[in-house]
């Protein structure tokens, strides 16, 4: 089987190399290459495969989303925080760069409930609070949360989880 071509720079379908003319992309290692990358199969075991990236410019949505945003790919200590259970430490660094007071300065994830006022119908920029883990709401994909967060695979990431680990969703602005 032969692996799709994809830009060394971007990840992009512009297999001479675009020399980052491309948009930014969000979901593309630059560390790994495409052509390394694999996933499972649901026959089990591991298949070929690449994801697409998602386009970072529909995340300018809310003003929370916007700021996290200028930080995809980047790990922890690169942004001053710990290099362990630094999501909350993300969102408490996302709040201060938007002018936002953080409200309580707790590292735990599931405090992040008090930041603000609960809602049953988040909007993009509102917070999914998980028992150990939180992340700022993108949208919903077919029972899936989709989150721009810190320590999302040890970075900066927009990252998938099942609905049904939300404890709660907090809007903050």
Known sequence: M?????????????VRG???????????????????????????????????PVDLTALNLHPLLEVA???????????????????RDFVNFVLAKNGTPPGNHSRRAIDALRLGSR??????????????HVTIFARFKTGQVIGL???????VKLSSYSAARVVGFVRVL
Not at 2 to 14: E, K, L, T, V
Not at 149 to 155: F, I, K, L, M, T
């Open 2 to 14: 032969r692996r799709p071509q994809h830009c060394r720079c971007c990840g992009c379908a512009d």
């Open 18 to 52: 675009c020399e980052g003319r491309a948009k930014p992309q969000l979901g593309f290692d630059f560390a790994k290459r495409p052509a390394g990358r694999f996933r499972a199969s649901p026959e089990g075991g591991a298949r070929e495969g690449w994801q697409r």
């Open 69 to 87: 945003s200028r930080y995809v790919g980047r790990f922890g200590p690169s942004l001053g925080l710990p290099s362990r259970l630094w999501c």
């Open 119 to 132: 809602v049953r119908d988040p909007r993009p920029g509102d917070l999914a609070v998980m028992r150990n």
């Open 149 to 155: 967060g810190g320590n999302q695979g040890r970075r």
